[in-house]
């Protein structure tokens, strides 16, 4: 029987490594292997650490898991990327890109240029007819070359830069056909919780929490009074059931409201949907009390993920079984090697996969060069030596008119792309002018409105009609604002009107009010031109 081990999927974690691979056979999945290697217990693996721990214990994971293999896909955890699921009008891939980069900006902490991103098309949008679907991932590029590195000394070729939580979901798409309602999934870690929100077969939300077994071990500790290894004994064999307790221990109940309520905030993100399903993910889902609390506050009885049960023809090749819940988000990413995952997501670096194609056509183009040599030196010993100049000539010339005709082909290519920019460059512009029309009037208002005046309401409708209110010494300095205001170039009309002079006590005042009413331009006006200076009084 032949069977095919694929490249190994990769885990890091805050406190321990993770593997596994599967060995496929005939179209089926015949053997999962996996282990774990714990990291040093003042270690911490962030951007910039030392890497040798990180790289030390997966090596030490592939040994005790009998792995070889030179390729790998890596899986970031959930909460160190930006996943955003929206919809964007249908488009081909390229120009998807630069729309979601465009978006992109306005949901990130930092600039779009230091992260890397990559999405995937989920299908028509079910809240926005007419649009798609998008989910777009992204992370920052330190952190992904920090990744690079440690496959790189590991001597691995790092096939994609997945994430954690889609594995996840291949791993739900594994269990039976989904009821209707949406589906929960739930990954308890050590540092965070992963939640995944899916509704028939597609992937609604997925988020991470900063709500995990490190917490309640630290609220153990806080509401019994013991030493932090005691708190991490008793959460394991009591959990919460301490909750029986009287009187209730504030801390573990804070915990897990918190986690019930981001549980059910999470299922009503995208809509009233009933919960029909929940699954458990993890050595956690096994926490004492945990599905009790679950089942007690939605109704539906939890159902924990477990690899045996998803690979019921394969041969787990592991410690034990707790190691396999433990590594259950490792063997799913393995999933995507065996051709078998839903997801193409990758975070490689577009440079990094420009360099590999060009080191495979210089390999190409160096096997070509050698055959090439080896047939002229045929030609040569077997033909006279002018004609073998002449023949190579000839060659020569006809390689030179295929690489003009090449560059010739590229430049036209170039040329029809500069046009396409350019038109959707015009067709963008807009958008961006009415995006900020709104703070550029605000600065004009400011510039050119006269040192008496006060203005008591700015008011700006949908419809792009701006209402402007307020007081001024006299009704020719109120105009002056209308004719300044007229003049600016974001401004396509501007009326002035109910100009009134200021009573009080039965005496006009040296002041007057005024409602001042302008139409925004999308269109910035070339030059200034005059406005009506309208007066409901019938002065002009």
Not at 284 to 294: C, H
Request: proline share 5%.
């Amino acid at each position: 029987m032949l069977a095919f081990a694929r490249a190994v999927s990769i885990e890091i974690e805050s406190h321990a490594v993770k593997v596994a691979q599967l060995v496929e056979s005939r179209g089926r999945i015949r053997a999962v292997r996996f282990a774990e290697h714990p990291l040093p217990a003042d270690y911490r693996w962030e951007v910039g650490a030392d890497r040798q721990p990180v790289v030390e214990a997966i090596r030490r994971a592939l040994t005790r898991a009998g792995i070889r293999a030179r390729k790998a896909v890596i899986a970031l955890p959930r909460r160190q990327v930006t996943a955003r699921i929206s919809p964007f009008p249908p488009a081909d891939r390229s120009d998807l890109e630069r729309v979601v980069g465009y978006d992109l900006a306005d949901h990130i902490p930092f600039p779009v240029d230091q992260v890397v991103v990559d999405l995937q098309t989920l299908g028509p949008s079910r809240e926005e007819p007419g649009l798609t679907d998008v989910l777009v991932v992204a992370a920052q590029r330190e952190l992904i070359r920090e990744y690079l590195g440690v496959a790189e000394e590991l001597g691995l070729r790092l096939t994609a830069l997945a994430v954690d939580a889609l594995a996840l979901d291949d791993l739900t798409r594994l269990v039976e056909a989904e009821p209707a309602g949406a589906t929960v999934t739930v990954a308890i870690g050590r540092r965070a919780t992963t939640i995944n929100i899916s509704e028939q077969g597609r992937l609604r939300l997925t988020r991470s929490i900063g709500l995990a077994a490190q917490q309640l071990t630290r609220a153990v500790q806080e509401d019994l009074g013991v030493t932090a290894d005691e708190a991490q004994r008793v959460m394991w064999a009591q959990g919460l059931r301490l909750l029986d307790r009287e009187p209730r221990p504030p801390r573990i109940a804070a915990w897990l409201d918190n986690l019930l309520g981001d549980i059910r905030r999470s299922a009503l993100s995208f809509g009233p949907a009933a919960v029909s399903r929940i699954m458990l993910a993890g050595a956690e889902a096994e926490l004492p009390g945990l599905k009790e609390a679950i089942q007690a506050e939605f109704g539906v009885e939890p159902t924990r993920l477990d690899a045996a049960e998803l690979f019921p023809q394969a041969e787990l090749s592991g410690e034990s079984a707790q190691t396999s819940d433990r590594c259950l988000v490792a063997i799913g990413q393995g999933l995507r090697s065996v051709g078998r995952s839903a997801w193409t997501i990758s975070l490689l670096p577009r440079e990094v996969l420009q360099a590999r194609r060009a080191r495979r056509l210089r390999r190409v183009g160096a096997l070509a060069a050698v055959l090439a040599v080896a047939g002229m030196a045929g030609a040569y010993m077997l033909a006279a030596r002018t004609l073998a100049r002449r023949t190579e000539t000839v060659s020569q010339l006809r390689e030179k008119a295929r690489a003009a005709a090449a560059q010739r082909a590229y430049a036209e290519e170039l040329d029809a792309e500069r046009e396409r920019f350019r038109a959707q460059l015009g067709a963008l512009e807009p958008a961006r002018l009415s995006r900020y029309a709104a703070l550029e009037l605000l600065n004009t208002i400011a510039f050119y409105a006269p040192d008496e005046i006060v203005l008591s309401r700015f008011t700006l409708q949908p419809d792009r009609s701006l209402e402007v209110r307020g007081s001024a010494p006299s009704s020719a300095v109120a105009a002056d604002l209308q004719q300044a205001l007229g003049g600016s170039p974001l401004v396509a009309n501007a009326q002035l009107l109910n100009v009134a002079d200021i009573t009080k006590g039965g005496q006009k005042r040296q002041a007057v009010t005024f409602s001042l009413r302008a139409e925004l331009g999308i269109q910035r006006k070339a030059a200034s031109r005059a406005t009506v200076l309208a007066d409901r009084r019938g002065g002009t």
